[in-house]
């Protein structure tokens, strides 16, 4: 029988913020008002590699013993980050990769020094690189489904508390779970919500299950979000909070992401706008929410 992964606590989250600093940026926040009301952006696009993977990638490197080689599985900014936190360590990296990665977040993964395998699907990704993670001297680096990235991840939420303990609500793009995990574990009681793309609902769809199943990944967020299949610790610890996960459409996504240019003039890839979709059509609850901007590896350039 495998023993279940521990869960994290605050207290691993705070470790998780020692152990990475110096290796990863302390993102700003940026307050504003739009529509006549006001919300908190985290700006974690500004991170090294773009997006908030460095963190728990990191902290997981970081926590044990130096492999050999490391091997995931990502649809690009979690491969991007291992490879980038493995290169510190001077540690080799496999990334498996489904098809519909993007060129500019594969050249990123290989220029950082990773071997990209590409697969047809998510599934078949996760599936080869858990099978080589087993191999002797390798260590499988989960993206999202371990106690030690999801401490990592959750450091984000962690920093947003300390620079505005006003926030009431912290709002997070799902994918497979690893960053709205850690954001459960460190918001100290205030309300997570999960915002997911229609095309990629595996978190809504586990929680209707009660157990992860098997997801689309059709979206115009794949490349970020597009998880077929929710982590077990993830869910586990959301299930506890009951967080519920709101669905937006990608012609919603892609508005958001465009209204976060023009009116802000951030350049994000579309699952960092997710979130902001779901609040810009009032589906948000709480009086000052904080929203993750999650990413910006994109290839969209804004006119």
């Not at 980050?81 to 493995?86: E, F, I, L």
Request: charged fraction near 20%; proline fraction near 7%.
């Amino acid at each position: 029988m495998t023993t279940p992964a521990p869960t994290p606590a605050a207290a691993d989250v705070a470790a998780a913020a020692e152990r990475i600093s110096g290796h990863v940026r302390r993102t700003p926040i940026l307050r504003t008002e739009i529509d006549g009301r006001p919300l908190v952006l985290k700006l974690e696009q500004l991170q090294r590699t773009g997006s908030f993977k460095l963190r728990g990638a990191t902290n997981k490197l970081l926590a044990g013993e130096r492999p050999e080689r490391v091997v995931t599985a990502s649809g690009g900014n979690h491969g991007l980050a291992v490879a980038t936190a493995a290169s510190t360590l001077g540690v080799p990296v496999t990334v498996h990769a489904p098809s519909f990665v993007p060129e500019l977040k594969t050249r990123r993964m290989v220029e950082a020094g990773a071997r990209v395998v590409r697969h047809d699907d998510s599934g078949a990704a996760f599936t080869t690189a858990a099978q080589e993670g087993t191999e002797p001297g390798n260590l499988y680096l989960h993206p999202y489904d371990d106690p030690h990235v999801i401490a990592g991840q959750g450091t984000v939420t962690a920093e947003i508390i300390e620079d505005a303990p006003d926030v009431d609500s912290i709002v997070v793009a799902v994918g497979g779970g690893g960053l709205i995990a850690g954001a459960a574990v460190a918001a100290g009681g205030r309300a997570i919500i999960a915002v997911e793309p229609k095309g990629c609902p595996c978190l809504h769809d586990a929680l209707e299950a009660g157990h992860p199943v098997e997801s689309t990944v059709d979206s115009v967020a794949a490349s970020g979000l597009g998880a077929n299949r929710v982590g077990d610790l993830p869910l586990a610890i959301l299930t506890a909070t009951g967080v519920e996960s709101i669905l937006v459409a990608d012609k919603e996504i892609v508005a958001a992401r465009d209204r976060l240019w023009e009116e802000l003039r951030l350049a994000v890839e579309p699952a960092a706008a997710v979130g902001f979709a779901a609040w810009l059509a009032d589906r948000v609850p709480g009086e000052l929410p904080a929203l993750i901007i999650c990413g910006a590896n994109t290839e969209w350039l804004p006119s």
